[in-house]
């Protein structure tokens, strides 16, 4: 098993996680429920355990990947580039989550305070994966990127002016 294999293992759990742990706060905000908002706490602390797995594992992952065919070095440096915004987003988010852990523990005062404010970076933190995803996927899948339609129709034109001599 190598870095790359290992990266694909761990990569989508911060991006899952924090969508899921977003959507049980919410459900906990609108409940007034703190068991529900301290499962989506959890949620948040292991997505960023993850995302430090996932960062851990990236740079190996490109090493193994970046002179294949279709992908290249630019490509990949954006991902790279916003999964690092997306991890320190998400160590911020689990910090903030242990905190409001804590709050609701002891019934401090500010716990609701925190649990808004965890809201506000989990919608954050949820929009820089989906950011992380989709440049992660462009990586392999040629289809999905935005230059696509360019890549295929320049190819098929290299292939016709290749079929005419």
Request: net charge negative; with cysteine; glycine share 8%.
């Amino acid at each position: 098993m190598n870095d790359a294999h290992l990266h694909m293992l761990v990569n989508h759990f911060p991006i899952v996680g924090t969508i899921l742990g977003l959507l049980v706060l919410i459900g906990g905000l609108f409940l007034k429920n703190n068991s529900v908002k301290n499962t989506s706490y959890c949620l948040f602390i292991i997505a960023a355990i993850f995302a430090f797995f996932s960062m851990a594992t990236g740079d190996g992952a490109e090493e193994l990947v970046e002179d294949m065919p279709n992908i290249g070095h630019k490509i990949i440096h954006e991902h790279e580039e916003l999964a690092e915004k997306f991890a320190i987003i998400l160590y911020l988010l689990g910090v903030v989550s242990i905190i409001g852990l804590i709050t609701n523990f002891k019934k401090h005062a500010k716990a609701n305070f925190f649990a808004y404010a965890i809201a506000v970076i989990a919608i954050v933190a949820v929009f820089f994966s989906t950011k992380v995803g989709t440049s992660g996927g462009e990586i392999r899948h040629t289809e999905i990127r935005t230059d696509s339609l360019s890549t295929i129709t320049n190819a098929e034109s290299s292939e016709s002016a290749t079929d005419k001599d």
